[in-house]
């Protein structure tokens, strides 16, 4: 008996030892992220959470929205961010999902109005925002470790990348 005891003990460390430091990201979680955007940019978003804040640039039918899966730290798994499909020379954009690993699909950062975020070299997140009377630039790396973004010295210019086009109700 205390061998089997002793045996369920080793087994019951060595799975708990051998899962410390990561963690099971499924491979498809923003899908359900995405369908709710998709739903929300055909139907005009009458079915918004009351949850999750939508912009009213989201809503303005006359931009047009993409989004861009994007493994922004090497870990194997992408993130989701949500941008602006238009002629400028760098993509901007709203919104970045992540895969929380407490809570799930999680939108860690939101912008818009004027202020957005951009992606740079290294992947690293130039955020604008606005402060007082002016707009204060961060540049940012992502850790899904900590599930953060972590502030960096300065950053490249902001690239422009191509998005998947959301579709839209009226067009």
């Not at 940019?41 to 949850?51: C, L, Q, T, V």
């Not at 961010?81 to 919104?95: C, H, M, P, Q, V």
Request: contains cysteine; glycine residues 8%.
């Amino acid at each position: 008996m205390k061998k089997k005891i002793s045996l369920i003990m080793i087994c019951t460390c060595l799975i708990l030892l051998s899962s410390c430091g990561s963690y099971y990201i499924p491979p498809d979680w923003y899908d359900e992220t995405l369908a709710y955007y998709e739903e929300g940019f055909k139907s005009g978003w009458k079915n918004e959470k009351e949850d999750l804040y939508i912009s009213d640039e989201l809503k303005d039918e006359s931009i047009e929205f993409g989004y861009l899966l994007k493994d922004l730290d090497g870990d194997k798994a992408d993130e989701l961010l949500i941008g602006i499909i238009d002629d400028s020379d760098e993509t901007k954009f709203t919104d970045i999902y992540i895969w929380h690993r407490d809570i799930g699909a999680f939108r860690i950062m939101s912008a818009g109005e004027g202020y957005y975020m951009y992606l740079c070299d290294s992947d690293i997140i130039r955020e604008d925002s606005w402060y007082g009377s002016q707009t204060k630039t961060n540049y940012m790396r992502y850790d899904s470790k900590d599930n953060s973004f972590l502030i960096v010295d300065g950053g490249s210019k902001p690239k422009k990348v191509e998005l998947t086009r959301f579709k839209r109700g009226t067009r």
